[in-house]
């Protein structure tokens, strides 16, 4: 059976999820529900898209200017599994995969971590661990986490000097139906956008 991932949303060609030009995959559901959340729509548990591994790695191996992946959420450690399926093929066709999550590095290496999260940290090239925790938050053009608590690991040294997006840069992308995807973190921005 093709394993199949609910995901929140997709973006290609994003610069401000990780190094280069990337596509983005927000897992959906997550646990935590750590207050200021970027993502509170990918809190629930329920479906919202059902994609199969393999069309997900279609869509971004289809898209010429995306050097890799990063997967956020939501928890994407709570589809470790399906996760590690697609970084598997990602990076067969030569493209990095990197990905944030709520839980520690430590606790992802424990007997207590979800399932298939070994499979998919032995995938990653970049990983971003910890909970955004609004009062340690980092307001900081070279900072590539969100609060002081998380931590930076280069799995992959090849990435040692491409440490190039910093966590107060955001992208507004506008779709051809008009809707828009906003992503980044907002940090200190005083916007208020609409959808028109």
């Not at 207050?35 to 729509?41: E, G, R, S």
């Amino acid at each position: 059976m093709t394993p199949q991932l609910n995901i929140m949303g997709y973006l290609n060609r994003s610069e401000v999820n990780g190094p280069g030009c990337r596509a983005v995959v927000w897992v959906q559901g997550c646990w935590r529900e750590c207050p200021d959340c970027f993502n509170p729509a990918s809190w629930s548990l329920a479906v919202n898209q059902l994609v199969s591994v393999e069309e997900l790695a279609e869509r971004i191996l289809s898209e010429p200017a995306n050097q890799g992946v990063t997967f956020s959420g939501g928890e994407p450690f709570l589809q470790a599994t399906a996760l590690a399926a697609l970084a598997k093929q990602i990076k067969t066709a030569g493209l990095n995969v990197m990905s944030f999550t709520g839980y520690t590095l430590s606790e992802l290496r424990s007997p207590k971590a979800p399932e298939g999260a070994v499979d998919l940290l032995n995938q990653l090239d970049i990983l971003i661990d910890g909970p955004y925790v609004s009062a340690l938050a980092i307001h900081k053009p070279d900072s590539p986490v969100s609060s002081r608590n998380q931590r930076l690991h280069i799995f992959n040294p090849a990435f040692a000097d491409k440490i190039d997006w910093a966590s107060d840069q955001t992208e507004i992308h506008i779709l051809k139906d008009g809707t828009y995807v906003f992503t980044g973190f907002r940090g200190q921005m005083d916007v208020d956008i609409h959808n028109t």
